[in-house]
């Protein structure tokens, strides 16, 4: 029971680390998910000495007479190494004990969620070749419900405190936010971190002839230059840029609401997505809801955004992570379904 319940237990955790990790980076940045993300960490680690005696005695059993045994075990032991290095790395980067330690540019937490996202496959794999069937008497049971407890109050206690030992260390200068990244150069301007993905933003526009176009499924495209973005509307939105390397910083970010674009070019009744376009192609997607909390910044702090912050236009998203902070915006589609 005790095998079942630890792989059973190990499967749960490890599916909410899961869609928690994707969601945060991907989804939404509601604080409850990271919190929810901490917990089922914790609680894992906490099963860890459980998991290596099942291990062991796997191992003391050798190959037998069949080498098939090798590749799964030889799995077993690669995907076991990689969740310490995940652990690893996310240890590393709350608790500050990498000092200034990068990987040809990528922080610990960038390769924490890396890694992490690189097991998934082979976790499948496993899953699917050596998960014994849980049996109810396992999962529904007094002494089933007590081992459950157990293991949630040891995912709650070995969060807070981790949480605590984080906030310690945390540097005044750079507090800790709550999806682990740390402030940097909030409220001055341009003077922020930068992250560009290689080539992107390459060569720098010229706004006497650059143009933003709003295509697709419009009942009125648009053309509109530079200089006349300032004869519409304008508004100020106070966000925060949190990155994936692991900074995050507050901005007050001036420009056009993206709906009042949209009002202008009138959807169709078909229209479901937008579709955010740079001069280098890069690109991402928002539903029309979304849309409408999305500003289109010609300015941070009252300066004209630099090149490398996206001038002449960038998008502002103050409910996803950076990398849909799109930048060198051109143009604006608006599509029937989401095209992959």
């Known amino acids: 029971m005790t095998l079942r319940f630890t792989n059973s237990a190990l499967l749960g955790l490890l599916m909410i680390l899961t869609l928690t990790g994707v969601s945060a980076l991907i989804v939404t940045l509601e604080p409850w998910i990271m919190t929810l993300h901490r917990w089922a960490a914790w609680a894992l680690i906490a099963l860890i000495p459980w998991k290596v005696g099942i291990s062991l005695r796997s191992l003391g ?27 690893g790395l996310g240890l590393l980067w709350a608790w500050r004990l990498e000092g200034e330690w990068t990987l040809q540019g990528f922080t610990a937490v960038n390769l924490h969620w890396l890694a992490g996202l690189f097991l998934s496959v082979p976790l499948a794999l496993h899953i699917w070749k050596r998960w ?3 049996r109810q008497q396992d999962l529904i049971s007094r002494r089933a419900a007590l081992k459950a407890a157990g293991l949630g109050l040891a995912g709650l206690a070995g969060g807070w405190l981790a949480d605590r030992l984080a906030a310690e260390r945390a540097l005044a200068a750079h507090p800790r936010r709550f999806t682990g990244s740390r402030e940097s150069a909030s409220f001055l301007g341009n003077a922020h971190p930068v992250t560009t993905n290689p080539g992107h933003g390459s060569p720098e526009l010229d706004v006497d002839t650059w143009r933003l176009h709003v295509l697709g499924e419009v009942e009125s495209p648009i053309s509109i230059g530079y200089r006349d973005l300032f004869q519409m509307e304008a508004e100020e939105v106070a966000a925060t840029l949190d990155c994936t390397v692991g900074w995050f910083t507050q901005q007050r970010w001036q420009g056009v609401p993206l709906r009042s674009l949209l009002a202008e070019a009138w959807p169709r009744t078909e229209a479901r997505w937008v ?43 103050p409910f996803r992570r950076g990398w849909f902070w799109v930048k060198w915006i051109r143009e604006i589609e608006i599509l029937p379904f989401r095209a992959t």
């Not at 979304?290 to 955004?305: F, R, S």
């Not at 996206?310 to 502002?316: C, E, H, N, Q, T």
């Open 61 to 87: 059993r050798g190959l037998g007479r069949r080498s098939r045994r090798l590749p799964i075990i030889s799995l077993s032991l690669l995907l076991a190494a990689g969740a310490v290095l995940v652990i």
């Open 132 to 134: 014994p069937h849980p």
């Open 275 to 317: 579709r955010l376009r740079a001069s280098s192609g890069y690109t991402k997607d928002f539903t029309l809801i979304e849309a409408e909390n999305i500003l289109l910044a010609t300015h941070v702090e009252g300066e004209a955004l630099s090149h490398a912050h996206g001038y002449p236009l960038r998008a502002v998203v």
